[in-house]
């Protein structure tokens, strides 16, 4: 038995976790067996991990930033990832590693075939069978961060709208090289649009497994 595994990406500000938690809405009720999780912060340890790095005033340096989050990954991977899919589970992830490819490569600007490198030892070759990115102008997002300024913001959530618009480069890149895998979802309309597609595209591709 072979579960599925569906990532979900967007730059800070793109409303991805609220389609989140509405699609794993809809597919409970439609049945399935759902296990939602994030990045970093999946499992305990990887909860300790992302306060010590992203919850903390120090200056982090950004190889270390790069390391933390693939020792998340590789927690996340062994411990939740794969005994849930192995199970027969849809396992729904908050980001995965097309996130350090857009922020930590395009963002912050290591090499690719580094970042790439990284990936493939924390992941084990784990790749997502469908990753959604939510689309969203980088002026749109940084404007609904600093309207949600009552929620404390983390290190990342601090960064300039050059770098977002970097990070947002990064995931159209993956986007036109594995058009299969990572739709791309014009999260600048309404959460209910946004929402049907979601679901229309994820039911499509579980059709297919
Ligand atoms: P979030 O849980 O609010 O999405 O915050 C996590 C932050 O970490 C977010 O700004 C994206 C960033 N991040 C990376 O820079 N690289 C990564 O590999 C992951 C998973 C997240």
Known sequence: MKGSFITFEGIDGSGKTTQLNKLAESLRNSGRDVLVTCEPGGTPLGKEIRKAF??????????????????????????LIRPALAAGRIVISDRYADATVAYQGAGRGFDLELVERVIAIATNGLKPDLTLFFDIDPHQAVDRMAFRGEHKMNRMDLESLEFYTR???????????????????????????????????????????
Do not use: M, W
């Open 167 to 209: 990070v947002r480069e990064g995931y159209l890149k993956i986007a036109a090289a594995e058009p299969k895998r990572f739709r791309v979802i014009d999260a600048g309309r309404s959460v209910d649009e946004i929402a049907e597609e979601t679901l229309e595209i994820v039911k499509e591709n579980l059709a297919r497994v």
């Open 54 to 79: 992203l919850e903390t005033k120090q200056d982090v340096e950004p190889l270390a930033e790069l390391l933390l989050f693939a020792a998340d990954r590789a927690q996340h991977v062994q411990h």
